[in-house]
C-alpha cells in the first residue's frame, strides 16, 4: 500500500533540523579514521544522551535494565504513563546507525521510541547493543537475541509490567536496526522461544544491501542523510573481513543466505520504505522476496521520503502518518 504524504525533498525539513542532521553527518564523517576505525570521542561531542526518567515526560516513563555489563548490554522500557490496559503489546525495538553509530539513550532514540509508546500505547523495550567497527558481525544479532532470551527468561519477574502481554510481542527497528529485526526473528523462529511469541516484525526503511549497484542507489548515490559511499563504508566496518556485501547479513534473501525463510513460521511484517532513500530497491525486494516464501507481509511507501524522515521531529504531522501505520499493523494482529 502507499501512504501519500507532502515530502518532497529534504528541503522540506525546516532550517533547525537539516542544520543538526549537517552537524551530525559533519561529526559521523571526522569521526572516520582512515584506517576504518572511529574517534568515538568526536562522536559522542554530536550523540548527545537522554537520562532514564521516572517521572513522566510527554506521557512516558523510562528506566534501565542491565543484561550484561561487560558488553554494555542493557535496554531502555518505555511505558505509557496514562491510563494503561491489563493487555498491553510489546515491541523489542533496534535502533539505527549503521551498526556504528547511536545507542539506546541517544537523544534521538529515546524521542522516537517515546513517540512510539505514547502514539500505540505498547510497551517498548529498546535495546543498547555493541557498535562496529570495534564488534563486527555477528556481535549485534548475538545482543539482540540474548536480549530476547533475557525477556523469556524473565517474563514473571519485576523486570517487566504486570500488564505487558508477552504473547502479543513485535520486533523492530529503523535502518539498521531493521536488519537486526529481521535477523533476531529468524534467531527466535529457529530457537523456539517459552514465554514470549513473536507475532509481527515491523522493518522500518531496513538497511539492506548487495554487490549489485540498483537502480535506486544509481540514482541516489549522492541521498540527504545516507548516501551510497556512506553504505558502503559502513558494510566493510561491519561485515566479517574478507566478506563482500552479499553476506547473508546484508543480502538477506540472495543466493548466500543461509536462511530457509520458508521453513520457518516467521511473523506477519510489515515493511516501511520511502522513495528518496538509496537503499529502497534492496527493501522492495525484501518485501517481494517475503511474498515468495509464502509469508505475510505488507509494504507501506511513501514515495517522497527520504532516509530516517521519522527522526525528524518536527515533520509530526509525517512521522504521525507512520506511527498511525504501525498502530494499525498491532491492532490488526493483536485481535
Known amino acids: 500500500m502507499s501512504s501519500n504524504n507532502p515530502i518532497s525533498n529534504f528541503q522540506d525539513v525546516p532550517w533547525k533540523q537539516r542544520f543538526y ?40 516513563i523510562t528506566s534501565d535494565t542491565v543484561v550484561d555489563a561487560t558488553r554494555n548490554l542493557f535496554f531502555r522500557l518505555f511505558l505509557p504513563s496514562f491510563e494503561q490496559n491489563t493487555n498491553m503489546p510489546l515491541i523489542v525495538y533496534f535502533h539505527g546507525g549503521g551498526f556504528a553509530y547511536m545507542s539506546a539513550n541517544s537523544i534521538a532514540c529515546d524521542d522516537l521510541c517515546r513517540n512510539l509508546c505514547k502514539k500505540t500505547g505498547a510497551v517498548i523495550i529498546s535495546v543498547n547493543y555493541r557498535l562496529s567497527p570495534e564488534h563486527k558481525y555477528p556481535s549485534q544479532y548475538d545482543d539482540g537475541f540474548d536480549v530476547l532470551k533475557f525477556i523469556d527468561d524473565n517474563a514473571n519477574t519485576k523486570n517487566f509490567p504486570s500488564n505487558v502481554n508477552l504473547k502479543q510481542c513485535f520486533i523492530a527497528g529503523d535502518s539498521a536496526g531493521g536488519n537486526l529485526a529481521h535477523h533476531v526473528t529468524v534467531k527466535a523462529c529457529e530457537y523456539g522461544l517459552r514465554n514470549v511469541k513473536l507475532i509481527g516484525l515491523i522493518a522500518i526503511q531496513p538497511f539492506f544491501g548487495g554487490e ?3 537502480e535506486s542507489e544509481n540514482r541516489l548515490v549522492d541521498a540527504p542523510v545516507l548516501s551510497v559511499k556512506g553504505t558502503d563504508w559502513l558494510w566493510k566496518t561491519f561485515l566479517p573481513e574478507g566478506s563482500d556485501r552479499d553476506h547473508p547479513a546484508s543480502n538477506v534473501l540472495g543466493s548466500k543466505s543461509v536462511d530457509d525463510i520458508r521453513r520457518l513460521k516467521f511473523p506477519a511484517t510489515m515493511v516501511v520504505v520511502g522513495g528518496v532513500d538509496p537503499l529502497y530497491d534492496w527493501q522492495i525486494r ?15 511507501e511513501y514515495p517522497n521520503a527520504f532516509h530516517s524522515f521519522y527522526g525528524a521531529p518536527e515533520l509530526k504531522e509525517y512521522s504521525g502518518l507512520l506511527m498511525e501505520e504501525v498502530k494499525d ?3 490488526k494482529l493483536i485481535k
Open 329 to 331: 499493523f498491532i491492532g
Open 286 to 300: 525484501y518485501y517481494e522476496g517475503l511474498k515468495k516464501c509464502g509469508k505475510e507481509a505488507y509494504l507501506i
Open 212 to 214: 549489485e549497484r540498483t
Open 21 to 60: 542532521r549537517s552537524m551530525l553527518g559533519y561529526g559521523i564523517h571526522f569521526s572516520r579514521r582512515s584506517d576504518g576505525t572511529i574517534n568515538r570521542f568526536i562522536m559522542n561531542l554530536f550523540d548527545l544522551k537522554a537520562q532514564p526518567s521516572k517521572q513522566p515526560i510527554d506521557g512516558v
